[in-house]
């Protein structure tokens, strides 16, 4: 696998994560970009992330008594499940908002995210329309009088979100691209002393994972992705959802695999429920707001000095540095602010900017969150101590970035769904398909 585009990526993480080399043997990563119309190595991108997550939970596994197992996985498969496409019943759900998407403003253009109807009323807002009256065309035409970076700023401002089209070198030359740029892809953080917990012993026949308890609050992309990674990968995943923060149709796509609860942290009941969850979790994994859940006493610190031995995994859009360390985002905005969408135009044939043909931010952090989650209860074996695990969108971003371009990439054919589908399955919200990841820890396709 020598300068296999992939394995050099791969093992980048590995090494990172002070995990064991000689795991990388049991690796095989068959194929290469591109693999969608894209110039971007979106399909390393899936390969690499998902073999880690996966490499890396058969690691802990053989830290618990396992042989080490081979991880195959395929780069078509890995860039086809990276799409998120899923279809309930026959029926396959619209993913966007009807104002969801990008606006010609008068210097530029905007990207708004209104999958979320707060998020899509307050941009109607902003821009003086009535959001019980308003169509497309009226928010077309109101941007036509709003500074790209203007409406941006405006938007933070009232914590709703939006953000303008860049180029690279203009997103290099913000505070935080070049905050961005000075951090890791992820960090590996020791939080407090513990002494390495004994986990539940495997059967032979036993998922990498199983016996461990993930608790899950994630909602919109990445986190619920790496939850259902690690379910698949045989932990027992617990999602505490909200009962008053609505949802979106991938729910049903990202909650494979999980158990499912309504807990209001609100209340002080539901903090005390959340208290005794984590009593006996391995794992406590959230994407709310930067400092969401601290400021209602679930600090990683806080975690750590109840659950000693606890991992914590932190999502967050643009890192933990810079000016926008506390702003919300989603995978499709920060395409657009880091320069992604200004690139994919420029390389085709109109110049029209142009998303990723998938949410590979989202779905590639998401696998690192479960990388990094197991890579810390390695450590924790080995080490003891508490341990932080933080990712961000925008941390991706800059690495998919340097994982370089695909010659002629966007000429690539989009490949063929149902070779790659599994379909019906029974499940809670009806007949699904059945994904790479949940195909057991030797991913390879058609298993």
């Known amino acids: 696998m020598s300068h296999h585009p992939s394995f050099d990526a791969l093992a980048s993480l590995w090494r990172h994560a002070g995990l064991a080399p000689a795991a990388l043997d049991f690796v095989t990563l068959p194929g290469q970009d591109p693999v969608f119309p894209s110039s971007f190595a979106v399909g390393t991108a899936a390969q690499s992330t998902m073999a880690a997550a996966a490499l890396a939970a058969c690691e802990l596994a053989h830290a618990r008594g396992q042989a080490r197992q081979r991880v195959t996985v395929d780069m078509t498969h890995a860039a086809v499940e990276c799409t998120g496409w899923f279809s309930i019943d026959g029926h396959t759900p619209s993913i966007w908002d009807a104002f969801s998407g990008l606006y010609r403003c008068a210097d530029g253009h905007v990207r708004v995210h209104a999958n979320f109807a707060h998020h899509r009323d307050g941009a109607l807002r902003v821009l003086g329309l009535d959001p019980a009256s308003a169509t497309r065309a009226d928010a077309e035409q109101a941007f036509r009088h709003w500074k790209a970076l203007d409406f941006e700023q405006t938007m933070a401002e009232r914590g709703l979100v939006a953000t303008a089209l860049r180029r690279f070198d203009e997103w290099d030359a913000t505070p935080q691209g070049q905050a961005v740029a000075a951090q890791p892809l992820l960090t590996l953080t020791r939080i407090g002393d513990a002494p390495p917990r004994a986990l539940p012993p495997l059967a032979g026949d036993d998922r990498p994972l199983a016996g461990l308890r993930v608790l899950d609050l994630t909602r919109i992309l990445a986190g619920p992705v790496g939850g259902r990674a690690l ?66 006493g679930f600090s990683p610190q806080a975690l750590a000095e109840r659950r000693p031995g606890i991992v914590c995994v932190s ?10 360390a506390d702003r919300r985002g989603f995978d499709s905005l920060v395409q657009t602010a880091m320069g992604f969408n200004h690139a994919e135009g420029e390389a085709a044939s109109n110049g029209q900017p142009r998303a990723l043909p998938m949410q590979i931010l989202d779905q590639a952090t998401g696998y ?14 080995h080490e003891g101590g508490s341990w932080h695990v933080q990712v961000s969108l925008a941390q991706t971003g800059h690495w998919l970035r340097g994982l370089g371009r695909i010659d002629q990439g966007l000429a690539a054919a989009t490949p063929d769904f149902a070779l790659y589908l599994d379909g019906g399955r ?22």
């Open 231 to 296: 379910a698949a990968l045989g932990a027992d995943v617990m999602l505490v959802n909200s009962p008053h923060l609505p949802n979106i149709a991938a729910i049903a796509d990202t909650s494979r695999g999980k158990r499912s609860v309504h807990v209001d942290l609100r209340t002080a009941d539901g903090q005390a429920t959340l208290w005794r969850l984590l009593d006996q979790a391995h794992v406590f994994s959230q994407g709310y707001r930067p400092g969401g859940l601290a400021a209602l």
């Open 315 to 324: 999502l967050t859009a643009y890192g933990t540095q810079g000016p926008w």
């Open 368 to 381: 690192l969150m479960a990388f990094g989650a197991a890579a810390a209860l390695w450590r924790q074996q």
């Open 426 to 447: 029974a499940s809670g919200f009806g007949h699904g398909v059945r994904g790479a990841m949940e195909q057991g820890s030797q991913l390879s396709p058609h298993q």
